[in-house]
Nanobody, 122 residues
Framework: QVQLVESGGGLVQAGGSLRLACAAS????????VAWFRQAPGKEREFVSG??????YYADSVKGRFTISRDNAKNTVSLQMNSLKSEDTAVYYC?????????????????WGQGTQVTVSS
């Protein structure tokens, strides 16, 4: 079992940056596929970025703007978000699943954080 807690959300102007963090307890995140999803009002939860060991993956909509990374010593996975756009506004969730295959569909993830709100004003 692993417990996930997100932090770092907030309100930012378009073009600005935020850094989200996902802190884990219970087990090391290294053995899990970890991903960030987001859900805007009235929309489906969508994959944003994932990390498996040191391999990283991004949705086309955030490629070149977002960077996912892990800090094994702190047992955290972070998402650096630059050049934010109003369409990035959503609740962002950290999720983890066992295994090393990239899965971009949210029902396949076993563990979830509570979510953190990101609001980008235009």
């Amino acid at each position: 079992q692993v417990q996930l807690v997100e932090s770092g959300g907030g309100l930012v102007q378009a073009g600005g940056s935020l850094r989200l963090a996902c802190a884990a307890s219970g087990r090391t995140l290294v053995v899990y596929t970890v991903a960030w999803f987001r859900q805007a009002p009235g929309k489906e939860r969508e994959f944003v970025s994932g990390i498996i060991w040191d391999d990283t993956y991004y949705a086309d909509s955030v490629k070149g703007r977002f960077t996912i990374s892990r800090d094994n010593a702190k047992n955290t996975v972070s998402l650096q978000m630059n050049s934010l756009k109003s369409e990035d506004t959503a609740v962002y969730y950290c999720a983890a699943r066992s295994g090393r295959a990239l899965v971009t569909t949210w029902p396949e993830y076993n563990y979830w954080g509570q979510g953190t709100q990101v609001t980008v004003s235009s």
